[in-house]
């Protein structure tokens, strides 16, 4: 029965996570239709939910996870470990490319389109990372398989995260 639940749990800490990355999602759509200073402000006061979400449900994922691999799967499940490699990166991603332009957005309330493709960049791959990883729990591949196809989620994350070449909007410069 604990297993059930513990299972259960993981399971929802998975969805808290996703709902973090959805509320990412729209305040960086805020951010990006921001024209004035007071609207770039109200945005970033939002993605202070991003963590508040995130890391809860993160932890309960995690430690769910742990306790699950240790009482039934054991450390010998290749997936897990790509699974928590993978995990890792995104975590990564998100150190190098979201915090420091979120903090910048903050102190000079300044948007510009490098930043802005960069905050998206960093939200695309991680997509692709978190769906890869949901992959790998539902599949359970062996070792090669597991690789494959979080290399795969990986790729495609950076291909799909790729600038497009499109002239600079007019507005695209929000000024304090």
Known sequence: MLRVVLVFVHVTGGFGVFAALAIE?????????????PQLRAALNTFGLVPRVGMPSLLVTLISGIYLTASVWGWRAAWIDVAFLALIATAVIGAVLTRPSIARLEKTLIRDDTRDSMLWASFIMRTFM???????????????????????????????????????????????
Do not use: H
């Open 25 to 37: 999602g729209a305040v960086l759509l805020q951010i990006r239709r921001a024209t004035e200073a």
């Open 130 to 176: 978190l769906i890869g990883i949901v992959f790998l729990m539902t599949v359970k591949p062996p070792l090669n398989a597991a690789l494959i196809a979080i290399v795969t989620a990986a790729g495609l994350g950076v291909l799909a995260a790729l600038p497009r070449r499109t002239r600079p909007s007019p507005d695209s410069m929000v000024s304090a």
